[in-house]
């Protein structure tokens, strides 16, 4: 069976933005706002993606071969702009070093993940990946939709995180499609329970890993105990709310007929566009958008 109809608009084009952040000046070791628990969770959010991105890369093209052609130009672009996103993260992730955080712990609780994952079957690795890159685009969203996520962060730094959603939102169907490829042949009920047990499975670790690398971190700045979680929580749960606030999304994924775009959110990618040139920044417009 070839036939096979991928929900990704027709007229999306992936172009990868290869840009460069923060290379001229020092990131401030608080680059958020000054605030421990900000900087925090996006550094351990940070330290993942070098690691991270290359496995999801690996897991995506052992299927490329045989896609239709659209998805498998798809793929080659998704390449291009995760491993982008990668040299930028790990240059980031370098600056935040360089400002005295440790990251190795967070990196090898990384490495201990992807070596579980690897020992599973390819389709497992394809079925994680689209977990986690659900994750990312919901996540960047957000991030774009609500200027709030942002506020008071270090100008340079805030541009990498923009720039990084923007591109997540443009290929969060390609980890999808390439489910739907290479499990076309199977049943619905046993495609939907495998999605839907690998996304659980993956969520747990990423709630326990990301919450847990973030009060590392505020360790290291000397906030500890009931103090850091209660910090940390709220900031994530209560104001600005990032993980409450990409609840309802996250949920979707296990209805049926979901795709990740069914949400066409390329509004929020014309925004950034169009900041990026040299417009003035797309705050204003971006939370009418939302
Ligand atoms: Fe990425
Ligand atoms: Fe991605």
Redo the contacts with the bound molecule.
Sequence with gaps: MNAITLPTPTDLTITPRDRRFGRDSATPRLWHGGRVEATAIYNALSST?PIG?AY?VESVRAFRAGTPPKLNEEIKAFTT??VI??RE?DAFNKRATDAGYDLTKLEARVEQRMAIARARAPIANVAATMALEHF?AILAHQLLANPRHLEGADPEAAALWRW?SC??IE?KGVAYDTWLWATRDWPRFKRWKVKAKIMLYVTRNFLVDRTGGALELMRQDGVTGFRAWRLLLTYLWVRPAMFRKIAGAWFKYFLPGFHPWNEDDRHLLAAYDAGAKGAPEPKRKVRRAA
């Design positions: 993606f991105e999801f702009q995760e996103h990668s993260h990312t990084h591109e997540e290929h």
